[in-house]
Structures are given as C-alpha cells and as structure tokens.
Antibody
Framework: QVQLVQSGAEVKKPGASVKVSCKAS????????MHWVRQAPGQGLEWMGW????????NYAQKFQGRVTMTRDTSISTAYMELSRLRSDDTAVYYC?????????????WGQGTLVTVSS | QSVLTQPPSVSEAPRQRVTISCSGS????????VNWYQQLPGKAPKLLIY???LLPSGVSDRFSGSKSGTSASLAISGLQSEDEADYYC???????????FGGGTKLTVL
C-alpha cells in the first residue's frame, strides 16, 4: 500500500534552515510528482511546489522562490523540502503529497505532516 | 487571502444535506479540475473528490461534487457526526502556474 512517511518535528531559530524528508513506499517513487503543502496553526492549506522525482525538475510557488529547495534521493525513495531564512510565520505543519497524474491536478496520498516551529 | 473563496463555516443537523461552495476565476476553476479534501482534526488532508465530481475508491457516495463556470460545490447528504471536519477546495491556477486552495470550510453537525 502507498505510504508517505515524513521526518519528525523540528524547532528552529529565525534565520536558520530546515530540511524535511518524505519517504515513499508501496509504489514506484520516480513515477509520480511529489507536492509540498503547508498549514500554519489554525490556518488553511498553502501549496509550496512540486518535484519530479524522475528528472529532479521542480516548480515552486512564487512566494517561496529563492527560499525553498526540493530535492530527492531515488536510491532511498525519499523527497526533501528545504526552507531557508526561516521566519516566525514559517511555523507550520508541512505535508508531502503524491500527484498520481503528474499534472498538478490533485494529490491522492499525503504524508502525516511535520511540524516546524520557528522561535527564538 | 485565498485565491479560491469558501464560506468559513456551515452547519446542519444529522441526516440532512449540506453544500459548500467554492468560487474562483477563469484561470483556475474555469479552466481546470476542482478537487476537494477533507481534513479531520489533527490529521492530514484526505482526497474526497477529484476532477470536479469523481469519488476516489473508498469514499462514501454521500459525498458529491459539481462545477459550473468558475464555481464549484461539494454536497454531503445524510450528515453524520463523523463528517465534522474542515473541507478545502483546490485547483491548478494557470496564471500563477501553481496550485491554489480555498480558505477552508468548517462543517459542524448540530
């Protein structure tokens, strides 16, 4: 069965970087885009971008251009999302989610989420 | 401010029917598929409806989706207490070249 298992919670200081991992299993990792979506406390969902695990190609939301880097390691079926120059308003739960049609249309499986807290 | 507009909250009694609206524009809903996600408290979102009106395997047929022009709706019939959750609409936006979500609607089953 398809599973996306994310890394554990992180606490970071303002200005630091955080790297969240998402390990995929139960399907061919390189066959499906991986999206990243975040949710600030008590707020809605916000799309951050996607990575094509096959080619490494990416598409980032304009808001995060220059601060976010999405990468992957195909040998261990894991996608990564690194966010730099963290601010307090980056405090959120970060989700990875699989795109079954590689079109940005929808996500059928989601990770459990990783809470990133930015605090001095 | 979210690109897609949803009512912040809706409420209805058990066994009744409720609809949640989602309004967008020609660059998103008007030209791309709408998807709906259910998020139970403390949980990750779950795909509820895709391509405007299709149900993923395992999703109850009490849920249905529709779209007309630049607006979409999610309907839930035979409301149950376990339907209490936040519901989000989503679509691809051609102008932004990215995904966009509604602000979410909190459903309360009275």
């Amino acid at each position: 069965q398809v599973q996306l298992v994310q890394s554990g919670a992180e606490v970071k200081k303002p200005g630091a970087s955080v790297k969240v991992s998402c390990k995929a299993s139960g399907y061919t990792f390189t066959g499906y885009y991986m999206h990243w979506v975040r949710q600030a406390p008590g707020q809605g969902l916000e799309w951050m971008g996607w990575i094509n695990p096959n080619s490494g190609g990416t598409n980032y939301a304009q808001k995060f251009q220059g601060r976010v880097t999405m990468t992957r390691d195909t040998s261990i079926s894991t996608a990564y999302m690194e966010l730099s120059r963290l601010r307090s308003d980056d405090t959120a739960v970060y989700y990875c989610a699989r795109d079954p049609e590689n079109s940005g249309s929808y996500c059928d499986y989601w990770g459990q989420g990783t809470l990133v807290t930015v605090s001095s | 401010q979210s690109v897609l507009t949803q009512p912040p909250s809706v409420s209805e009694a058990p066994r009744q029917r409720v609809t949640i609206s989602c309004s967008g524009s020609s660059s998103n809903i008007g030209n791309n598929a709408v998807n709906w996600y259910q998020q139970l408290p403390g949980k990750a979102p779950k795909l509820l409806i895709y391509y405007d009106d299709l149900l993923p395997s395992g999703v109850s047929d009490r849920f249905s989706g529709s779209k007309s022009g630049t607006s979409a709706s999610l309907a839930i019939s035979g409301l149950q207490s376990e339907d209490e959750a936040d519901y989000y609409c989503a679509a691809w936006d051609d102008s932004l070249n990215g995904g966009v979500f509604g602000g979410g609607t909190k459903l309360t089953v009275l």
